[in-house]
Every structure is written in structure tokens, then in C-alpha cells.
């Protein structure tokens, strides 16, 4: 995707073949700076602290917090805590594991001399896979934004155009690049249909006002910000033809686990009659879970992302400014389950299909 007309992607190999850049996705969208990881604190700093977020970003950086591992240490002992320290990191969202797995499936046969080789070119396979994975998702699902536009009778934007409601950031900032609930989006902007979004806010972090809208507005897709509880009117008032998120773990039965306040935007849907769509790339399926409600960890992150809010002050600077009264406690969890009755279709990079196991399980021979 560009930025200011410069194409990037999320995460990159620096200049000298070895490190690793990132951009730092807390100092959106005010600043816009790239970071230069060096070693595995740094990537597991990167993932826990979220300067990346998004699976399968998540999942890309650790992949290559393994390869920064292995060119520090190549001993069987170092690639044992270096998975160990990375799959601490963020419990939720599966492409971890699985980029780990994977990273540790490959590396673990092979000779010290041959891991640092393999371990990078691993690392930059998933990278690649995840973008032919993402775009695949924008070519799935495009046809449901046109259709929902045809449907309406192909309106102009000034006449209200096709309307989608968004939650979280499930973009390019996301992913490695294209995204997962914005790829269609793109791909139907790119492609001439009137595409507007409603972008949740997605308190506590506000990573749709943040990031969603900052991505929205470099790619020069027609967006507008709302605060989380405007959805359901929104929906009760035809302002919304169809929702897309994206999923950080997806049950084998079709349970989809988002962002916290996803599944408030389902009900809403589900009550109102508005198609509720995923946007699902196939390793953020865990295939060893039925029951998203029950077998889901569910992250509670600090307490000071619920009582505070970064903010650009007057005199340009980003600080921090507290919301709530001295010593008011806070729960902050971080994402919720939306069972698979709430949800319309899954958009994979292999086609759409319903949320169920057998669905899922004949779209991914083999896997379930």
C-alpha cells in the first residue's frame, strides 16, 4: 500500500540483510516511524508492546523474531526459548503458534550451520504467502460490496453509494499487506465502485479512529469515524449495507474471535438484517477448537488503555491524557467470541463459504 505515495509494506529485511523493520503503529497516526528490531527482545517487545498488531502481522513477526534468534544463536537451546519467549508474547491470536510451528518445524531438523539461511528465507515465504493470502481475501469478497451496490441501484457516492461498517483495524497495518476486512474494500475502491466506510473508533486503543481511518485516507477510500455505540443506529436506519471485520482466531466450527465489541456489532446486524461478514485468512483457524465461548483465551491487557488516550496536545506533541477519576479501577479485555450463528460468511482466500466445520473443513481438506 502507499504511504504519501511511497509503497510499503508493514515489515520488511533492512538494507543489510539481517535486521528487521517495522512500523511503529502506537505513534499512529500522528507520526508516521519505522523501527529497526536487531534481536528476539526487540521482536517480542514489538509484538507485546504493539508497535505491530494485527495476526497476521503478529505471525510475520515472529517468524522473523525467530530468524533474528537463530543469527545471534543457532544452538538447539536458543531456538527452544526463542519460541518459548515469542509464544508469551500476545495468548489470542493463533497465527502465532502457527508461524512459530512452522518456523520451529523447519529449523529444528536442520544443522546450526543451516538454520540462519533456512530461518530467513522461512520468514520472508510467510511474509510473501501472507500478501497472496490477503489479496485473495479483497478478490473473494469484492463481488459482495458490488453486489450489494447493484442491489441499490448502483448509486453514486453523493447519492449514498455502497455503505460498510468496519470495526477494529483489519488493514494493510494489519497484515503484511492488502488486510483482511479492508481488502475488498480496496479492491472494489480500485475497481470504480462507490465504496464509503463507517469506522468504529474501537475503543480502548481506538485503533479504527487511528488506524483504520489513516490507512482509509492514504489509499483515498471515502471514510467516516463514529464512536462504537453509533453502529446499531446506523444499522436500524439503512445507513449500512453490510459489515466486514476481520478474526484473530476462527474456531474449526466457525466461531469468529475479534476485536472486543465485534460481537455487540453482530447482534446488531443479525437484528437489523445486515450481512456480517469475516474477513478469514486460512492459518488464523485453529483447528483444535469447537467452542470459541469456552476454548479461547481472551487477553486482559493494562488498565491504563481503558484510563487513558493518546492524543496530539495543541503545541503538537502526543501525549498522554487520563479519563477517568484517581484511582478508578478498570477492566480492559481485549477481544470477544462471535458465534458463528451471527455471522453471514467467511471470506477466505479460497472462496466464501458458511460458518461451520464442515464448511470450513471441505474448503480446507485436510486441516480439520
Known sequence: MNVDGTPFRTIWLADDDWAVEIIDQTKLPHEFITVRLENLGDACMAIRDMWVRGAPLIGATAAYGM???VHADSSDGALEAAYKALYATRPTAVNLRWALDEMKVLLAPLSANERKEAAYRRAAEICDEDVEICSSI??????????AWEAKGKPSLADGGVNVLTHCNAGWLATVDWGTALAPIYKAHDAGIPVHVWVDETRPRNQGASLTSWELGKHGVPHTVIVDNVGGHLMQHGMVDLCITGTDRTTAAGDVCNKIGTYLKALAAHDNGVPFYVGLP????????????????IEERGSTEVTEIMGRAPDGTVVPVQLTPDG???ANFAFDVTPARLVTGLITERGVTEPSKPALAALYPGRA
Request: charged share 25%.
Open 67 to 69: 530468524a533474528l534468534s
Open 138 to 147: 479483497g478478490d473473494n469478497g469484492k463481488p459482495l460490496i458490488e453486489a
Open 282 to 297: 486460512g492459518p488464523t483457524i485453529d483447528w483444535t477448537v469447537d467452542d470459541g465461548v469456552a476454548d479461547i483465551p
Open 328 to 330: 478508578a479501577k478498570a
